[in-house]
């Protein structure tokens, strides 16, 4: 069975603060893909990120970094320096591979709150 | 160029009754997906078109149908309106089919369907 735990259910930091946001999945594929979405008070969701199974390369953009840990089933997500844009529901995905976008599991969410 | 549309942004309707959410791709979008976000139980995947067919859908009753027209636009009904299927609608279109690697996936606004 594929799953995405988002234990974080709200978090609430100081701007400038540094926030990282878990995400563990489970699945029993090799090739799968994660992503981390953004879902601003608007509601409609911002893809963020893609990574496959076979990249265990952190990525950085501008303030944010993902740390992907295949030894710890972990995808997680920090904001640098965070801002109060940044407030927002942030969503983390699973996918297996060799599949259809219509199997991206999500999880629960954290939302994400920056306060000035 | 325009985003993922949906209307309407709200929609209030009783028990019983029928509601109809609509949803316009990005133009030369293909694929349209339709998730249900209820209060605390994050996105649940409902049904995906590509090419006016459906191409699956998720673990919701037969009440919730619908279908995809020529442009690629598409709707989604929900009949015999039960207390719980109150929820965020989100609508969701990519380039086609969204096979792996995962073509990205553009979200509209919502409809928030409310039943009372």
């Known amino acids: 069975a594929q799953k995405v735990t988002q234990a974080q259910t709200e978090i609430s930091v100081v701007e400038k603060e540094d926030v990282t946001l878990d995400c563990v999945y489970e699945t029993r594929d090799t090739t799968y893909y994660l992503f981390w979405y953004k879902q601003p008070p608007s509601g409609e969701l911002v893809f963020l990120i893609r990574?496959?199974?076979?990249?265990?390369q952190n990525e950085i953009s501008g303030r944010y970094s993902w740390n992907f840990q295949k030894s710890t089933s972990s995808f997680n997500f920090t904001i640098t320096a965070s801002q109060v844009v940044d407030s927002a529901v942030y969503f983390c995905?699973?996918?297996?591979?060799?599949?259809?976008?219509?199997?991206?599991?999500f999880g629960s969410g954290t939302r994400l709150s920056i306060r000035p | 160029e325009a985003g993922v549309t949906q209307s309407p942004t709200h929609l209030i309707k009783t028990r019983g009754q029928q509601a109809t959410l609509r949803c316009s791709p990005i133009?030369?979008?293909?694929?349209v997906y339709w998730y249900q976000q209820a209060l605390g139980l994050g996105l649940q995947f409902l049904l995906w078109?590509?090419?006016?067919?459906?191409?699956n859908r998720g673990n919701f009753p037969p009440r919730f149908s619908g279908r995809q027209f020529p442009n690629y636009s598409s709707e989604l009904n929900v009949n015999a309106l039960e207390l719980e299927d109150s929820a965020l609608y989100l609508c969701?279109?990519?380039?086609?089919?969204?096979?792996?690697?995962?073509?990205?996936?553009?979200f509209g606004p919502g409809t928030r369907l409310t039943v009372l």
């Open positions: 969701a279109s990519s380039l086609d089919e969204g096979t792996e690697p995962y073509n990205e996936q553009f």
């Open positions: 133009s030369g979008h293909t694929s």
């Open positions: 995905a699973l996918a297996p591979g060799y599949s259809s976008a219509s199997k991206i599991i």
């Open positions: 990574r496959n199974s076979f990249d265990e």
């Open positions: 078109y590509d090419e006016g067919e459906e191409r």
